[in-house]
């Protein structure tokens, strides 16, 4: 097969979005059996090692400077946004996860915006708007008809979309001198470290059943390590628009697998809110937008 083939770009950008649509599922009862610190820490552990054979060829020379925003994004996006993602998760479900794994993509636009001085036209502030508005159906849940409570585990996982997207604008940056795959290998290699760290500190118990171990290796190898890869191949190919686009509807094969296999029940708010959150990003990513440049965790 001809891996320059736009055929193989967009085969890699699905397979890339049902792979990370996997990780709610796949880390939704696991979490019933062990600590999200200590999952984290695995996954992220894991994902190093996977993704290093990749990254040996690659040759990379760093400043103090390119250092620092290593460290920066590996706190950002590999231990602080992971663990508010989990606890998430554990707290909500996971349907409304996957769907709200899309708002990633509002705060890397906002932050890019505010902070970086990219530039967005009317078109693309109604994309912004509509992932919003999707965000705040699914987050909210209805508990009477005279009001609306706020779902907390949903809220835990849109401020892990917040430091994913700091994550994302930072590694922009670092990617003018460094390939991005190898930051991705550095950053799960640090946070992977920090977190277990962070786990012998808390005296935090590391068990991990003999029946949940495939699943942990899932997790890391496939939900996040060869999902990443693949996003990175398509997006060489068929570039950023039409990945990232074809990426969001990792959010679909979420709530697809939550119904299949978690049995979970899935609301016609949900429905909605995952097609106007689509077609907003669509939108954001249209020709003309900005270059969001998402990236998965």
């Known amino acids: 097969m001809d891996f320059k083939s736009k055929r193989f770009g967009y085969f890699s950008a699905v397979l890339s979005a049902l792979f990370f649509g996997s990780v709610t599922t796949l880390a939704k009862p696991t979490l019933d059996a062990i600590n999200p610190l200590v999952l984290t820490c695995m996954i ?18 760093f400043r103090r400077k390119d250092l620092l925003l290593i460290l920066g994004v590996s706190l950002a996006g590999a231990v602080i946004a992971p663990l508010l993602f989990f606890h998430g998760l554990h707290m909500t479900s996971a349907s409304n996860t996957a769907v709200l794994s899309n708002t990633e993509i509002v705060f890397t636009v906002i ?38 409570s706020l779902d907390v585990g949903s809220i835990l996982v849109i401020g892990a979309s917040l430091f994913w997207a700091i994550d994302n604008n930072v590694s922009k940056i670092i990617t003018k001198r460094v390939d991005i795959l190898k930051i ?17 500190a808390t005296n935090i118990p590391v068990l991990l059943p003999e029946n949940e171990i495939p699943f942990v290796l899932l997790l890391g190898t496939v939900g996040f390590a060869l999902s990443l890869f693949l996003f990175l191949k398509s997006l060489h190919i068929i570039g950023v628009v039409k990945t990232i686009v074809i ?20 609301s016609i708010f949900q429905i909605i809110a995952i097609c106007v959150m689509i077609l907003g990003i669509y939108l954001i990513n249209r020709k003309g937008q900005i270059d969001t440049g998402i990236a998965p965790p």
């Open 44 to 61: 992220y552990l894991i994902s190093a090692i996977a993704l290093t054979p990749a990254t040996l060829h690659k040759k990379a020379s």
């Open 111 to 148: 932050i890019a915006i505010l902070f970086f001085k990219e530039k967005i036209n009317r078109i693309g502030y109604v994309g912004l708007s509509m992932v919003t508005i999707g965000a705040m159906v699914v987050t909210s849940t209805k508990i009477s008809d005279s009001y609306f």
């Open 184 to 200: 991705a290998q550095l950053k799960s290699a640090i946070g992977g470290a920090i977190l277990l760290g962070a786990v012998f």
């Open 247 to 266: 990426f969001a509807t990792s959010s679909v094969f979420g709530l697809i697998f939550a119904v299949l296999f978690l049995h979970e029940q899935v």
